[in-house]
Every structure is written in C-alpha cells, then in structure tokens.
C-alpha cells in the first residue's frame, strides 16, 4: 500500500489545483502555503487544547472549513494576494 504524501505536499498540490483553476491568481499563490500552515496550525491548537476542545466533530468540522475559505477569499479578494502594507511603493 502507497503511503499517503505529507501534510505539507498536500497543502502545496491544493494551492497549485487553486491556481491552476484560477481561484488565486499566480502572485497570490507565492508563499501562501505559510499563511495556510500558520491557519490549520492555529486551528489544531485551539481545537486539542483550547476553547474549542469540547466542541462536537461537526461544528469543528465547520469552523475549519471556514477558516480555509476566509483564507482563499482574501487570496483571491486583490491580484497580487498581498495587502496594503507588504505592496510596495
């Protein structure tokens, strides 16, 4: 049996199929795996060991996919995928 691929080369073949089917532009795409990483990551910890620990499965479930769209949304909100203080002059 195939072992599935890391955490992180999926993270990076679901960007590139969102820039692929034009939902990030190519600019909004670069680095954007970190911004995503920091997300799931800041998600987890709230969801094993914080405020969201008792919440049911469904509700986190929820929540994550709500997360990762605010993400694509403000990816896909400016061409470049960068606000207004990391554009440049």
């Known amino acids: 049996m195939k072992a599935a ?3 992180h080369q999926l993270l ?3 960007l590139e199929d969102l ?4 939902v990030i532009s190519h600019s909004a795409r670069e680095d954007a795996e970190w911004m995503m990483w920091a997300a799931i990551d800041g998600f987890t910890e ?3 060991n914080g ?3 008792s919440r049911p499965r469904p509700e986190l479930e929820r929540l994550a996919r709500r997360t990762m769209n ?3 949304a403000g990816l896909s909100a400016s061409p470049s995928g960068r606000g207004p203080s ?3 002059p």
Do not use: C, D, S, V
């Open 46 to 48: 709230l969801a094993t």
């Open 51 to 53: 405020p969201l620990q």
């Open 19 to 22: 820039e692929a089917e034009h």
């Open 70 to 72: 605010a993400i694509i």
């Open 86 to 88: 990391e554009r440049g």
């Open 5 to 7: 691929p890391p955490p």
């Open 12 to 14: 990076l073949q679901a």
